[in-house]
């Protein structure tokens, strides 16, 4: 019915969904963890046919050594336009995906965050578990940050970030159905899912009472370990900015390099897809052919090489080649 690798995505997801607010034991395991569905999952390229937003959870281990794109979730909050300018002065452009919930009165936060180079991404409006709603509600709440999201950065890019990192084959169908398919994602992080001896996630140092400066040589730790990546930190807790503050220094007398989420290879190639598979008025979007097709046009999909037909704008399994339902055209892997 759907690609077996959406579900294989989720589990991957979940697995270190220990991103927010809250102690990751009840937002881990559930309903996503039925080992039937991890038998034969296609691990794939993860460019089955239907897969626009969920295509892979987008990492940064592609980026060039000692290079770091920092990211901040779940603001704005007091502190978010203080530590942008801070950023902006050490020449850093950083993403910050927001909780629509906290703009109201905070407007001017993004507005500045814009005008000083960084990119804003949606982390959708209340920061609800996406895996545990319904295809409506999953729509409503990245639909509602979108907007705001819109005002500022109309010309995208388009950047999700599903709280606790919990996505699978719903969530990302749910979105895809929708105007919200423009969105790439589900973008992940390499470096700050977990307090460890070596490793360090700001929301949990600060709850378990773990000093500014220990949480800052943590994430040095780890940063030093993994060589590259996407980092994690939250911008709504105060001790965290002080923590950038510190640790940017020595970052860049460490000869430390910073990119932005546009320039991580994953997130780039998947914003070259998506647009791609956007532009036009055909019926189904392709990841495999990078483009929509129309009605009935059977694709040999690059992830399964199986055979998919477009029917009444979704993706349906075809018998292969000879299908004599495959009006519209076919489009072998190799012609
Ligand atoms: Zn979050």
């Not at 295509?55 to 704005?76: Q, Y």
């Not at 993004?110 to 409006?125: F, K, R, Y």
């Not at 999953?138 to 979108?146: K, N, P």
């Not at 169908?173 to 994602?185: C, D, E, L, S, W």
């Amino acid at each position: 019915m759907f690609p077996r690798h959406l579900v294989a995505l989720a589990l991957a997801s979940t697995v270190a969904a220990c991103a927010g607010l809250t102690g990751c034991s009840a937002q881990t395991g559930g309903e996503d963890e039925d080992p039937s569905l991890v038998d034969g999952a296609d691990d794939g390229d993860g460019t089955t046919e239907d897969a626009i937003v969920s295509e892979h959870s987008l990492v940064g281990n592609e980026l060039p050594d000692h290079t770091l794109a920092l990211t901040f979730d779940d603001g704005p909050g007091p502190r978010t336009k203080e530590l942008g300018a801070y950023l902006a002065t050490q020449n850093i452009k950083a993403t910050f995906f927001i909780n629509g919930k906290n703009v109201p009165g905070r407007q001017g936060v993004l507005s500045a965050l814009v005008e000083n180079g960084h990119l804003i991404g949606n982390h959708t409006q209340n920061h609800l578990q996406l895996t545990k709603l319904s295809s409506a509600k999953v729509i409503s709440e990245t639909t509602l940050t979108d907007n705001f999201i819109a005002e500022v950065q109309p010309n995208g890019p388009w950047l999700l970030r599903p709280p606790f990192g919990a996505w699978n084959g719903a969530t990302a169908r749910a979105v895809n159905g929708t105007p919200m398919k423009k969105y790439v994602g589900s973008v992940f992080w390499d470096v700050g899912g977990v307090l460890t001896a070596t490793a360090a996630a700001d929301w949990d140092c600060w709850g378990k009472h773990v000093s500014v400066d220990k949480c800052g040589s943590l994430y040095m730790q780890e940063m030093a370990a993994k060589k590259r990546g996407i980092v994690l930190m939250h911008d709504v807790h105060s001790p965290t900015i002080d923590m950038v503050k510190a640790i940017v220094p020595k970052l860049k007398a460490a000869g430390w390099k910073f990119a932005t989420l546009e320039e991580v290879p994953s997130i780039k190639r998947a914003i070259g897809n998506v647009s791609a598979a956007t532009s036009g008025d055909d019926a189904c979007s392709s990841s495999t052919l990078g483009r929509s097709v129309p009605e009935n046009s059977c694709v040999q999909s690059r992830s399964d090489q199986k055979w998919h037909r477009c029917e009444n704008k979704e993706w349906v399994d075809a018998s292969g080649a000879t299908d004599p339902k495959c009006t519209g055209g076919k489009f072998p892997l190799t012609p």
